[in-house]
């Protein structure tokens, strides 16, 4: 669902608040304005297939036009006696849960046999890691690091030992291993751990010890059986490691493939949308007297377009061009904060170390203002997602592809004018499509309302943010289902508030970075209201004595004007669009006394 977006600046006379306190516009600090007259609720009942028809054609005529459009919002509902459709859409869906149960349990099955492989593969590496110590002990030996060498071989070979001891030696049998003859000589393991590859002679073991013969002997038969032991088991692990290195890799491979088959069931879940999942869809067909889902067999379709594109004000003496090709980050509203931020690497998604903190020009500078600001606040509350600097460059980047485009005369469709001002369409269009009892069918195409208004260039980055919200909103869901990142939204909050494992240098951090955003908080505020509001107040003080002194009303980078240039100039580029996509739906309805379109 859209997020509020700011409206204004309003008609002389009323209040004026700013972003984040109210909800108008300064004059001057930009525009979200919408004419009476280029607002309409249309409404057309038609054969089947025909509303469909006309939608997608619009939505390729739009582009022909000059107007990127998105998709913001669609849901769907069905109605069970409508069979045929409910089994090509809503049943689809049970499907694909299904699917994705089964891909999910491949998934969770891969991680299982991952885990078995995975612990055989660090035991039998541990255990080449000690054959390694002990010839790497060898050969600094030969190259004179004798004390060293020693050391590293006599670490190795005590770990082999041990080893030989807790899990050979003891299954030889009661009376024989070790562990179970200690209590008749209990230095006996002591001993054993003493002895090296030379010590075979029972006798001289006995003397280089300080032990009975019969212990000696004991001795020399055990470091018999352990160099044998060595002597095989090192060739074991060497096989068994390199079939458990290929087996280790192909079970990582395995859940990367796994995940990827589940990755389009879940994208493609997610899309399909039901009407009643969510509050104001619930009550939106509630109220709708006509949609009986218990006996009659009726769909509901809706989906919102958004379709912008810039317009040039005619001005005999302005420039075509007033602003740069590339300027800094900072110039284009960034701060030093957040340059520092996009300096990341590529992977903890930044720019790039070697990133120089030039961006790509936009009409108006800084692009990234108080409006956008208040404006990714809300796009954050709503789709429950943490913007990033970054996430503020794809949102410039998606104006800034068009306009590159266009400069370089690549673009098959209409060339953008150089300009901060946009005309911006709404378009929520909801389809009911019927079946009556005796079997005819029927659909109903109506937009409630059709409205053509004019943006600043700040709005329409706050949409563009929107969309790149969305987007990972969609990613963070998939992500979540495949256990790729942590619990989100409202559980998380509660978790954190039950569970607090946090150290006094992480409390006292989180407490800093608190104080920090609420200061940057006030700061925005501010700015706002510092920059319109001694303006605001002597133009309010002048205007009441009849003195309309316009320079005034001049705060920020846009046409402040509002109330002359506004209707006398700018409702008339908006009007033209307007009729444009009016005549243009009517056409193709065939509504009396319209021509066809073409």
Not at 110 to 122: E, I, K, M, N, T
Not at 497 to 505: A, S, V
Not at 548 to 568: L, S
């Amino acid at each position: 669902m859209p997020v509020k977006y700011p409206e204004g600046p309003p008609e002389y006379g009323e209040s004026i608040g700013a972003p984040g306190i109210g909800e108008e516009i300064p004059p001057g600090m930009g525009m979200n304005v919408y004419a009476p007259v280029a607002r309409s609720y249309l409404d057309f009942t038609t054969s089947i297939g025909k509303g469909s028809g006309v939608f997608f054609g619009l939505m390729f005529q739009l582009p022909k036009w000059g107007f990127d459009r998105w998709k913001v919002d669609e849901w769907i509902e069905i109605s069970p006696v409508f069979q045929q459709y409910y089994q090509l859409t809503i049943a689809q869906k049970q499907q694909m849960e299904s699917q994705i149960k089964q891909g999910l349990a491949s998934v969770a099955s891969a991680f299982s046999d991952f885990d078995l492989v995975a612990h055989d593969f660090r035991t039998y590496k541990t255990f080449l890691e000690y054959f390694t110590m002990i010839e790497k002990g060898k050969e600094m030996t030969k190259l004179g690091k004798k004390e060293e060498g020693q050391t590293l071989k006599n670490r190795g070979e005590q770990t082999l030992r041990a080893i030989f001891i807790d899990q050979v030696d003891v299954h030889t049998g009661e009376g024989i291993a070790l562990k179970l003859i200690a209590p008749r000589w209990p230095t006996i393991i002591a001993d054993f751990m003493k002895l090296d590859d030379k010590d075979l002679d029972a006798a001289k073991i006995a003397k280089k010890l300080g032990v009975s013969e019969a212990e000696g002997v004991v001795l020399k038969t055990k470091n018999v059986l352990y160099l044998s032991w060595v002597s095989d088991f090192t060739e074991v692990v060497k096989r068994r490691f390199t079939n458990l290195s290929q087996l280790y890799n192909a079970r990582l491979n395995s859940i990367t493939e796994y995940k990827k088959m589940v990755k389009p069931l879940l994208a493609r879940y997610k899309m399909i949308t039901e009407g009643l999942s969510r509050e104001e869809d619930r009550k939106f067909l509630r109220r709708l007297s006509f949609w009986r889902p218990d006996a009659q067999a009726i769909s509901t379709e809706f989906v919102r377009i958004w379709a912008w594109k810039p317009f040039g004000i005619s001005d005999k003496y302005k420039s075509t061009r007033e602003s740069f090709d590339k300027i800094t980050a900072v110039e284009a509203g960034f701060t030093k904060d957040e340059v520092k931020w996009l300096k990341r690497p590529k992977e903890q998604g930044g720019m790039g170390e070697d990133w120089n903190g030039i961006v790509s020009g936009l009409p108006a500078e800084p692009s990234i203002d108080s409006i956008v600001r208040v404006i990714a606040e809300r796009v954050e509350k709503e789709y429950k997602v943490k913007l990033t600097p970054k996430d503020l460059i794809d949102a410039r980047q998606l104006l800034l592809n068009r306009f590159e485009t266009s400069a370089r005369g690549w673009s098959s469709y209409e060339t953008w004018v150089w300009s901060p001002y946009y005309a911006f369409c709404d378009i929520p269009i909801t389809r009911p499509v019927v079946r009556l009892p005796n079997g005819q069918e029927f659909e109903n195409f109506f937009i409630d309302d059709l409205v053509v208004g004019v943006n600043t260039q700040n709005v329409i980055i706050g949409r563009c943010l929107e969309l790149v919200a969305r987007e990972k909103d969609m990613e963070n869901y998939i992500k979540q289902m495949l256990g790729e990142m942590g619990v989100s939204g409202e559980s998380l909050e509660e978790f954190s508030k039950i569970y607090e494992w946090k150290t006094e240098e992480e409390a006292k951090k989180e407490k800093e970075e608190e104080e920090e955003a609420k200061e940057k908080k006030q700061r925005l505020q501010k700015i706002l209201t510092g920059k319109a509001g001694p303006f605001l107040a002597a133009h309010k003080t002048l205007s009441n004595v009849g003195l309309d002194v316009g320079f005034i009303r001049a705060v920020g980078p846009y046409e402040f004007a509002y109330r002359d240039i506004y209707t006398k100039m700018y409702i008339r580029d908006v009007a033209s669009i307007y009729r444009g996509i009016i005549y243009y739906l009517k056409s193709n309805f065939g509504v009396p006394g319209i021509p066809s379109f073409i």
